[in-house]
C-alpha cells in the first residue's frame, strides 16, 4: 500500500474528491467517491483512503505532515 508523504492539493468537484500526492513510490494523483462513502478512514493519526478504483493509500501519521498540508485535508477527515 503506498504511503501518502506530502499532499500537494485535495479538490472536491461533481461527487468526486481529486488528489495530487507524492507518495513512497512517487507523484501520484487519483480520485475517491467524496462523502459519507467510506473512502476515507481516520484512526487516531493514521489514515487509510480508499480511490476509485478500491486501490488503498496511507497516511502513516498525519502529525508528520505540514500545518499547511493538514488544512488542504481538514474538511476530508
Known amino acids: ?27 501520484h494523483k487519483f480520485t475517491s467517491p467524496s462523502g459519507s462513502s467510506g473512502s476515507v478512514i481516520r484512526n487516531g493519526d493514521r489514515v487509510i483512503i480508499k480511490d476509485s478504483a478500491q486501490k488503498h493509500k496511507k497516511i502513516k501519521d498525519l502529525t508528520k505532515l505540514s500545518t499547511r498540508e493538514m488544512k488542504k485535508l481538514d474538511l476530508y477527515l
Open 1 to 27: 500500500m503506498p504511503e501518502i508523504l506530502k499532499v500537494y492539493s485535495v479538490k472536491e468537484a461533481y461527487g468526486h474528491t481529486y488528489w495530487s500526492v507524492l507518495t513512497n513510490k512517487g507523484k
